[in-house]
């Protein structure tokens, strides 16, 4: 034995090298370039991940501690257990857990390097994790070289806390109350909708469709409503602070009271009470509102984060073909597992106010704030951002689900490119579904004014945020030249205090006129500058030109109101084709040979198509009486091929509606399923849902 292998051996070096202040660090370090660091780099660029979920600074900090230090120490606590058994398996368990972590940064890398099947990419980040493994047993300098890292996790997580734009998150300067010129006695009541264009909401002839959408059409008949309103911005994180406080959305200005000073709910928060819920923004300073979205423990709020950046870690270190079958992590706001509408509390009406489900459920979270709305000796400021009708869609006009679980039971069919025109039909089918939704909501607020005397002498406002896209790109949601027809129109319903006639206003005015709009309303003067006019002055009745800010980069998006009139009527025209307007049966009558529904499919020639039907336990119990009617028909074509087929629907052997079949752009290569069958057509107890192919 040579000189240096037996140092090398004394049981000195050996405990020195092995005790557990090393093994931890050894671990923290190679955990945080595996996981916490990737996490920190999408957190910086994502800030509103935290600005969503209403977290507060204490939290901001103590989950990106306990990221650094806690996984560690529970890889440390595994092995300290096996050694107490034999201190060679602690050696060798210390050695698994460096060559997984090892493994999976090379995962990341190798992701990136190259394009090759998930299998050699896995093989390859194990082989590199064995053989770093096994130079870290067999060489003193690798060892080394791991200790001298030791100090990363703690500049990393000092980086990530004390630069911006986290730093203004985890230390934040909260918005004050502030006082403006004049009082009024008025109360105020805003709802916010979100991915709602206006073209959804009216007819054949640009009118308000008041058949279809009942709600809209009350408050429209004491409203004024403003039929060219347009957003500033596509994307909720910055369009509904434009609103919230008048301004042109900025880079490095986050949905914080910290960076929107000067909200709507600052400066009235000196005149009136604050009802306030944000789903997706921080904009009311928690010294003003109280924030629900914190009722939940401290231990939920940190589980619930866990799991969210989870999911987005799977994505970042999963190979292609994997992370394909991973659940999206961009339809929810806030909260990418897809757990927006929290578990199914059964049937009974009375279980949606179960703890559960209000922390989860959009219905249950805008219903309890509107049961919260009561007059009161000072006025009251209730404002509500809903996430409808958003997607996950899932609801149904009548307030029934049609699946019960907000990620579609194909991933992929709502969030990717499409190949097949049939396909966008059906989400925008759904769109409009919910859309009728969310009109049910706004029937149930008017009812809650009334009954608390508080319709006629409220001003009340519905906007949207921003409108939502169709095209065959995957650009549901991305403001440009081709989509700015779909995204920019939204909805803009202003009613004044004591106002008994509705109105129509056509002045093309920006969401970030919305505020200046109310003060011009109540005769307030907000003693402070913002980038919008009030819809009613001489600047914007006499605008002609269309102003919005591309995402991410800022530039001026500018449309003559002319041609931009011309490139609407293009989409209201699609609309109508598909859809109609008037009664909401006329929804489910899209796709080809329309002809066939409320035929008997075997007279009708057409023969049955072998399809593996994602809710088919969900048809042997239907509860019509229930909250959720199992109407998606979704499959997948056993045997299947390459999509285009016409295909008829039968329930309970009556065609209820029509399709085509597809498949997705990336994915899953299935031939598959996606059709609406009107909810009327289950029966209560069993049903026989058939797919037919139509020659």
Not at 259 to 268: A, R, T
Not at 316 to 330: C, F, G, K, R, T
Not at 447 to 458: M, N, P, V
């Amino acid at each position: 034995m040579s000189a240096a292998q037996a140092a090398e051996d004394r049981p000195e070096r050996r405990e020195g090298r092995e005790s557990p202040l090393w093994s931890f660090l050894e671990l923290a370090v190679l955990w945080t370039f595996a996981v916490a660091q990737p996490l920190f780099d999408l957190l910086k660029d994502n800030p509103e991940f935290f600005a969503a979920r209403g977290s507060s600074g204490f939290d901001v900090i103590s989950f990106a501690v306990l990221l650094v230090v806690l996984p560690p120490l529970l890889l440390l606590a595994v092995e300290l257990l096996v050694g107490l058994a034999a201190a060679g398996a602690r050696r060798g368990v210390h050695l698994v857990f460096l060559a997984a972590l090892v493994a999976l940064i090379a995962a990341q890398a190798l992701k990136k390097a190259f394009d090759a099947s998930d299998l050699v990419l896995i093989l390859l980040s194990i082989a590199i994790g064995c053989g770093m493994a096994g130079l870290y047993a067999g060489a003193e300098p690798v060892r080394t070289f791991l200790r001298v890292l030791s100090p990363a996790p703690v500049v990393f997580l000092a980086l990530f806390l004390f630069t911006n734009p986290i730093s203004k998150l985890a230390f934040p300067e909260e918005a004050q109350a502030r006082s403006i010129g004049g009082v009024t006695r008025a109360p105020i009541v805003v709802v916010l909708l979100d991915e709602l264009p206006s073209n959804t909401l009216v007819d054949a002839h640009g009118r308000l469709d008041t058949v279809r959408y009942p709600g809209f059409g009350e408050l429209a008949r004491n409203a004024t409503w403003f039929k060219n309103a347009y957003t500033v911005y596509d994307s909720t994180e910055r369009a509904q602070p434009a609103i919230m406080d008048g301004d042109l959305p900025t880079e490095d200005r986050l949905p914080t009271s910290s960076d929107h000073p000067n909200s709507i709910f600052s400066l009235f928060a000196k005149t009136h009470r604050m009802l306030v819920s944000e789903e997706a923004t921080s904009v009311c300073s928690r010294d003003i509102c109280n924030d629900q979205r914190l009722d939940e423990g401290y231990g939920g709020r940190l589980s619930s984060m866990s799991e969210d950046l989870g999911l987005v870690w799977l994505h970042v270190v999963s190979p292609p073909d994997m992370e394909a079958d991973l659940p999206s992590v961009s339809e929810n706001w806030g909260n990418f597992g897809g757990g927006d509408e929290g578990p199914d509390l059964g049937d009974d009406p009375g279980q949606r106010n179960a703890r559960a489900n209000l922390n989860g459920g959009r219905q249950v979270r805008f219903e309890e704030w509107i049961d919260g709305i009561h007059d009161g000796r000072r006025p009251q400021l209730a404002f509500k951002h809903t996430l409808l009708p958003h997607v996950p869609w899932q609801y149904l006009p009548d307030a029934r689900r049609y699946r019960r679980a907000p990620n579609d039971a194909i991933p992929g069919m709502s969030n990717q490119a499409y190949h097949w025109q049939s396909q966008l039909d059906v989400l925008l089918q759904r769109h409009f579904l919910q859309t009728g939704f969310a009109d049910h909501e706004l029937q149930r607020l008017w009812r809650h004014l009334k009954e608390e005397g508080l319709y006629d002498k409220s001003l009340i406002v519905v906007a949207a945020d921003h409108g939502v896209a169709f095209p065959k790109r995957r650009e549901r949601r991305r403001l440009g030249r081709e989509t700015a027809a779909e995204i920019a129109p939204v909805p803009l319903f202003i009613k004044a205090p004591g106002q008994k006639r509705g109105r129509v206003n056509d002045a093309w005015v920006s969401t970030i006129d919305i505020l200046p709009t109310v003060f011009d309303v109540l005769g307030l003067d907000p003693k402070v500058k913002m980038d919008g006019r009030s819809a009613f002055s001489d600047e914007v009745q006499n605008r002609t030109e269309l102003h919005m800010l591309i995402r991410n980069t800022f530039e001026d998006l500018r449309i003559p109101a002319d041609q931009f009139v011309r490139e609407r009527r293009r989409i209201i025209d699609r609309n109508q084709r598909l859809f109609g307007s008037g009664r909401d049966d006329r929804l489910y009558r899209i796709g080809p040979n329309p002809d066939l529904i409320g035929k008997d499919p075997k007279t009708a020639g057409l023969r049955p198509l072998d399809v593996e039907l994602s809710y088919a336990p969900d048809y042997r119990k239907v509860d019509t009486r229930s909250s959720y009617i199992p109407s998606h028909v979704v499959g997948r074509v056993r045997g299947g091929g390459d999509g285009g087929r016409a295909i008829a629907v039968a329930v309970n052997g009556r065609i209820a509606a029509v399709g085509e079949t597809f498949t997705l752009a990336e994915g899953d290569d299935s031939e598959l399923v996606s059709v609406l069958a009107p909810p009327e057509s289950f029966k209560q107890g069993r049903n026989e849902v058939e797919v037919y192919e139509v020659p």
